[in-house]
């Protein structure tokens, strides 16, 4: 117990200083307010996601997680991952295509009712990341799918994947201009 005890008080706080909360969330909620209100106007209707992580670390997930907490209120904007393809408009992925997972997602995207749109959510499922080409990964999602939008990062923020998600939305509805301005694929 006291060597515990000693050894704790030797270590001493070994994390970072946290972000100064009223500078960080001012600016934060400012943006995401905003992104909220553009997707709200364009949408005008549900989206529905389907997610599919085809290799990934597991970093873009825990993003995509904290995008579905009450902070974001991606279902307050009509915004829903869904479980079923055939229910889904928008396929995310995550992670280079493991071979493993190659026609898992070929399949899924199959699933997909037309129009669908494609996005390939970090690094590694832009061009593979830090997984690369291998015997056991294929790369990024564009070697085997037509990705209509790219959001770097890794892994990239909950805000950045919500300016994707309105990226694509906009995409989706024809003002393409607009989307490439913003880092269209
Ligand atoms: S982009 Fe980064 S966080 Fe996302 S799967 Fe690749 S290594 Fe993990």
């Given amino acids: 117990m006291w060597k515990i005890l000693k050894r704790i008080a030797k270590t001493g706080i070994a994390t970072e200083t946290p972000p100064d909360l009223q500078k960080v969330g001012a600016g934060e909620t400012a943006a995401t307010q905003r992104i909220h209100d553009e997707i709200l ?6 989206l529905t996601i389907r997610e599919v992580d085809a290799g990934s670390c ?11 907490n009450v902070y974001y209120n991606l279902e307050g904007l009509g915004i829903k991952f869904v479980a079923s393809p055939r229910h889904a408009d928008l396929l995310l992925v995550t992670g280079p295509v493991s071979r493993n997972m190659a026609l898992a997602l070929q399949r899924t995207y199959d699933a ?18 830090i997984f690369g080409e291998s015997y056991a990964t294929l790369g990024g999602v564009a070697k085997m799918l037509p990705v209509d939008h790219v959001i770097p990062g890794c892994p990239p923020e909950p805000i950045a994947i919500l300016q994707g998600i309105l990226t694509a939305v906009r995409y989706r509805l024809g003002t393409r201009a607009a989307a490439d301005s913003a880092g269209h694929a």
Avoid: F, S, T, Y
């Fill in 112 to 129: 997909i009712p037309e129009p669908k749109l494609v996005v390939a959510v970090g690094d590694c499922a832009i061009n593979g990341g």
């Fill in 58 to 68: 597991n970093g873009c997930e825990l993003e995509l997680n904290a995008l579905n």
């Fill in 41 to 46: 106007q364009i949408l005008g209707r549900a």
